[in-house]
């Protein structure tokens, strides 16, 4: 599967952006789903995820309560909607599909899991 971030771009403090993460690829619906995020000079984090069903969802702390994974598997794509975004979240923000599920409510917040991985988008929040 191939898997591409788009969506990205300059916002300001308190603002909204939605990524959306394409792919190619019969079995995207049954892979999971993760994000995940590198800001300039810090390692690449994971901030949330979404099972190949849709039907569970988690975030981190950092983005708990401003984020929001989805997906539409008829149109192979998983959404990202940030809002209230801050100086911080600052950084290129990647997807990811995990094809070794457990289940169709299973995630992963383990880097290691995703073995597909899109390019990447840059969101950039001013103050």
């Known amino acids: 599967v191939q898997l591409q971030a788009s969506g990205g771009g300059l916002v300001q403090a308190g603002g909204s952006l939605r990524l959306s993460c394409a792919a190619s690829?019969?079995?995207?619906?049954?892979?999971?789903i993760g994000w995940f995020r590198q800001a300039p000079g810090k390692e690449r984090e994971f901030i949330g995820a979404i099972s190949w069903s849709g039907g569970s969802t988690y975030y981190t702390d950092s983005v708990k309560g401003r984020f929001t994974i989805s997906r539409d598997n008829a149109k192979n794509t998983v959404y990202l909607q940030m809002n209230s975004l801050k100086p911080s979240d600052t950084a290129i923000y990647y997807c990811?599909?995990?094809?070794?599920?457990?289940?169709?409510?299973?995630?992963?917040?383990?880097?290691?899991?995703?073995?597909?991985w899109g390019q990447g988008t840059l969101v950039t929040v001013s103050s």
């Open positions: 990811a599909a995990d094809p070794n599920p457990w289940g169709p409510e299973y995630y992963s917040g383990s880097i290691s899991s995703y073995d597909y």
């Open positions: 690829g019969h079995t995207f619906s049954s892979y999971p």
